[in-house]
């Protein structure tokens, strides 16, 4: 029997400790509900990290058979692999490099020593858990030689590799001391996916200035085997959002809250912390609302959720430091006894209160400086049942390649930002319904599950025309 191994760095269940002992919750981030029809099936597993140290030998057995029974797979990792791999090489060092933030990247062999050997023992995992003719797909930037590691070992695995963040141009990939042995790392599988046609296009070129191969068509020639190269934009789980917001729980939530908030006007902002995501930056031009359009004082409130991420990384440190220190300066200087300019949360909502925010906001603000897809302002659409409220979207997030409807802004351009997030308060009903229900039809159709399928079955396809090109006499 065919089996599919999904293997990525995290696995979709993370183990807590508590003081009753360990814990096991879903992982923040929208994969697994995408590939939970995948994993779960017959015979699937997904192979990954539960998020945790875990180094007690009767501890690694529990957890082990606790996953095993929901079909995964745990590859524990010491301390300094997290250290080295995870916060070392993968987040200070490709992270920033994909995101543009080159004067954050950090070269160092030691970590990228670290990088290999984690790899290997994912490979390793891979490799316990597979036969030769599973199906394997690897995803993201922390596993970017694991595709030619399996390569190595299973000459004739079908193998699939899907990057979640944007691939950069060539500029900033040659500044890489590794570049080489990162992409043909990835040219170990069959077909590998982006989420744009421009990280495509830059991933072709990388590949044809640094390692000289022939790429026609989103094809790649290597010396032994042909790899096929397209773009995948990642859906939602659309159903799951638009449920979660006709829920009466979040008709509940948004009912205390609205009260709480004396009916002010809502901007909704929700990111992970990173500097990638433009926080610090949507601040401020908040602040510039409030100083150059008096009018929306006390009548306008930013709720701005900000999700813990990487706090062992210093750069992320600065950030939560920067921003607190923003709001802060902010509210002092605009609140009054009945109403805050910011209202500012740390920490993640269980998804009943996220629908109820959701469904509140008037301005959903999406500002990246960079990100591969952005997922938020696709649930935001999702959860607009009655199809009121406005999209403020950078074009410099993924998303903004489908989502046309949305106010596409420059997010280095604060004049701009300031005067859209004006415009989008005063938007009438009749533009902002035409708008959501454009953006509704294709976030509903291109769901997550489309995503999982057409990916699934590009990678057949590419793998039998490579079988008949192998049978093809010279
Ligand atoms: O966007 C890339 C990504 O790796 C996602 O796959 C993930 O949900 C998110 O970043 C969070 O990353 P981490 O696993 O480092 O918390």
């Not at 996953?67 to 990792?77: E, H, I, N, Q, T």
């Not at 995870?86 to 490709?94: A, P």
């Not at 005063?426 to 997550?448: F, G, K, N």
Request: net charge negative; charged share 20%; with cysteine.
């Amino acid at each position: 029997m065919t089996r599919t191994i999904i293997v990525s760095n995290r696995l979709p269940t993370k183990v807590l400790r508590t003081d009753d002992g360990l814990a096991f919750k879903p992982s923040e981030g929208g994969l697994a509900t995408g590939l939970g029809s995948i994993y779960k099936a017959e015979g699937n597993v997904w192979v990954g990290w539960p998020g945790m140290f875990v180094e007690d030998a009767a501890e690694q057995e529990f957890v082990t058979e606790q996953l095993r029974a929901d079909s995964m797979a745990p590859v524990f990792l010491t301390e300094s692999e997290i250290r080295d791999y995870y916060e070392g090489f993968s987040n200070e060092t490709l992270w920033p490099t994909f995101h543009y933030f080159s004067q954050y990247a950090v070269y160092d062999a030691a970590t990228w020593e670290a990088y290999v050997a984690v790899n290997e023992k994912f490979c390793q995992a891979v490799l316990a858990q597979s036969g030769p003719d599973d199906t394997i797909w690897v995803h993201d930037y922390q596993l970017l030689l694991l595709p030619q590691m399996l390569r190595k070992a299973r000459p004739q695995a079908t193998i699939g590799f899907f990057l979640h963040i944007p691939f950069p141009s060539y500029e900033m990939v040659r500044a890489l001391p590794w570049r080489t042995q990162l992409l043909e790392g990835m040219l170990g599988a069959d077909l590998i996916g982006f989420h744009t046609f421009s990280y495509m296009r830059h991933f072709l070129s990388s590949v044809s200035q640094l390692l000289g191969l022939p790429t026609v068509n989103g094809q790649i020639d290597t010396p032994t085997r042909s790899v096929q190269v397209d773009a995948f934009p990642m859906g939602i789980d659309y159903q799951r959002f638009a449920d979660a917001a006709a829920s009466e729980a979040a008709q509940q939530h948004e009912q205390v809250y609205r009260e709480a908030l004396h009916g002010a006007r809502i901007v909704l902002s929700i990111d992970r912390l990173d500097y990638t995501k433009g926080i610090a930056e949507r601040l401020r031009a908040f602040e510039l609302l409030l100083q150059r359009f008096p009018e929306w004082r006390g009548q306008v409130s930013l709720i701005m959720v900000v999700v813990p991420s990487r706090d062992q990384v210093a750069q992320y440190q600065a950030l939560k430091e920067e921003i607190d220190e923003l709001v802060g300066r902010i509210n002092a200087q605009y609140r009054t006894i009945a109403w805050s300019p910011i209202q500012y949360f740390y920490r993640s909502f269980p998804l009943e209160e996220l629908a109820a925010l959701y469904r509140m906001a008037d301005v959903g603000l999406v500002t990246p400086i960079r990100d591969g897809m952005n997922l938020v302002a696709k649930e935001f659409i999702a959860s607009k049942l009655d199809r009121r409220g406005v999209l403020i979207l950078s074009e410099r997030a993924g998303a903004a390649r489908e989502l046309s409807d949305a106010l596409l802004i420059n997010p280095s351009d604060t004049d701009q930002l300031v005067q859209t997030l004006h415009d989008a308060l005063v938007m009438p009903e009749e533009e902002q319904t035409q708008r959501m229900a454009e953006m509704q039809a294709l976030v509903r159709r291109y769901d997550v599950f489309a995503w999982t399928q057409l990916f699934m079955s590009q990678l057949t396809e590419a793998k039998a025309r490579q079988r008949n090109l192998a049978t093809v006499p010279l």
